[in-house]
């Protein structure tokens, strides 16, 4: 793993003890400082000088504060956004293979435009990443044991695989500028066209046609901006700037905040095609 690459190349001391496991407890358990040979008091860790300890054990991850609570917002926000792609005409005339092409593709940035158009706030709390010396002994002792058994009936299967606090901030920052354009249910719905039919994306048959449509509700999106905010000249661009903040969001990293804590290790190709096809 690069974590543990890099653990090692930060962590190795190349006068002697160059195991793995001296140089994970030397950096973690290194309490007795050096003699401060400046003049003056010695500074405080992080002040005019950079930590010496191994950068890994530092990272931050991010959980759902009520991940029940949360997860539950998310998932019916997810079946409106899937109940608005279905009726959507236009949608509908296109061969089942490009609908579920399409869904797949953009079903996380709808459900972030959804989270913000419905305002669910997240409240996020930070969770230190295990340290290497955890990860060390625990796989150790998973290989010692038996083959490990599936969950209980009933009991979700939690991921260690926790998004990192900037991957959070990018979602709190998205839904902060949403707000704060205080952005209307017409825009909201020619931002999911716009976003909904991606001409780009590989394997699609009927490129033209859902070009046209982007186009469209691109068009319909602009000319609303104009009657209705005539003295703002730069809304629409700022309401594009939406949208490209939407391409730095992870897919993964929306399925492991929202749904992996609830329903284990989903596979989302799955749950999207048993969703499309279900009369929502």
């Known amino acids: 793993m690069a974590c543990v690459e890099r ?3 930060c962590c190795a001391d190349s ?3 160059s195991s793995i496991l001296y140089n994970i407890l030397r950096s973690e358990e290194r309490a007795a400082p050096l003699p401060w040979p400046g003049p003056g008091p010695r500074p405080r860790r992080g002040q005019g000088q950079a930590s010496r300890s191994c950068p890994c054990g530092s990272r931050r991850r991010v959980a759902l504060r009520s991940p029940q609570v949360a997860c539950k917002a998310a998932s019916a926000v997810l ?3 899937l109940r608005f792609v279905q009726n959507v005409p236009c949608f509908q005339e296109l061969p089942l293979e490009e609908q579920l092409l399409l869904v797949r593709s953009c079903w996380a940035p709808l459900l972030l435009l959804g989270l913000a158009q ?3 706030h997240l409240e996020t709390v ?4 295990p340290s290497m010396l955890h990860r060390i002994l625990t796989t150790r002792r998973q290989g010692e044991q038996s083959p490990p058994r599936g969950p209980a009936p009933g009991r979700p299967h ?3 695989h926790l998004p990192s606090t900037s991957e959070i901030q990018a979602i709190k920052g998205f839904l902060a500028k949403c707000w704060s354009l205080d952005i209307s249910t017409k825009e909201y719905a020619y931002l999911k066209g ?3 039919f991606n001409p780009d994306l590989p394997g699609l048959q009927c490129t033209q046609y859902i070009e046209g449509l982007q186009r469209e509700a691109q068009q ?3 000319e609303h901006v104009r009657l209705i905010h005539r003295g703002d000249e730069a809304r629409f661009a700022k309401l594009n700037v939406v949208l490209s903040l939407l391409r730095s969001i992870n897919a993964n990293v929306i399925a492991e905040l929202f749904f992996r804590p609830i329903i284990g290790a989903v596979n989302m190709d799955d749950m999207l095609l048993e969703m499309l096809c279900a009369k929502l």
């Open 79 to 81: 079946v409106k956004t």
């Open 15 to 17: 006068r002697r003890h």
């Open 220 to 222: 319909a999106l602009n």
């Open 118 to 120: 419905d305002r669910v």
């Open 126 to 129: 930070e969770s230190a990443e």
């Open 7 to 9: 653990c090692c190349r």
């Open 194 to 196: 716009t976003v909904l």
């Open 158 to 160: 939690h991921s260690v």
